[in-house]
Nanobody
Framework: QVQLVESGGGLVQAGGSLRLSCAASGPIFSRYVMGWFRQAPGKEREFVARIGSSSRTYYGDSVKGRFTISRDNAKKTVYLQMNSLKPEDTAVYYC????????????????WGQGTQVTVSS
């Protein structure tokens, strides 16, 4: 399994931006489908975005047009640029890696990071 470490979370005012990073270990990062999920207190885990090995991207409805996922295979890192943040974006954000493309289900991602907290104040 690939090891994942997220960074970049923090406190930001509504309307602001943050960029999350997820550094991966392992020799075949480029083959993985990488995803971002989030979980707010008392809520279920929610799919945010994914990027395939071909860099094809897909977004959850609540973040379309505001968030952008990207990857740098040379650095073994995936990013989540978050713009126009809203208080409802407040959550712990998790990076995940999988080998199956075309799915937004957390159970299809076999490796997970420890999460990074994002708090958006109103």
């Amino acid at each position: 399994q690939v090891q994942l470490v997220e960074s970049g979370g923090g406190l930001v005012q509504a309307g602001g931006s943050l960029r999350l990073s997820c550094a991966a270990s392992g020799p075949i990062f480029s083959r993985y489908v990488m995803g971002w999920f989030r979980q707010a207190p008392g809520k279920e885990r929610e799919f945010v975005a994914r990027i395939g090995s071909s860099s094809r991207t897909y977004y959850g409805d609540s973040v379309k047009g505001r968030f952008t996922i990207s990857r740098d295979n040379a650095k073994k890192t995936v990013y989540l640029q978050m713009n126009s943040l809203k208080p409802e974006d407040t959550a712990v954000y998790y990076c995940a890696a999988g080998t199956r493309d075309g799915t937004n289900l957390g159970r299809d991602f076999g490796s997970w990071g420890q999460g990074t907290q994002v708090t958006v104040s109103s």
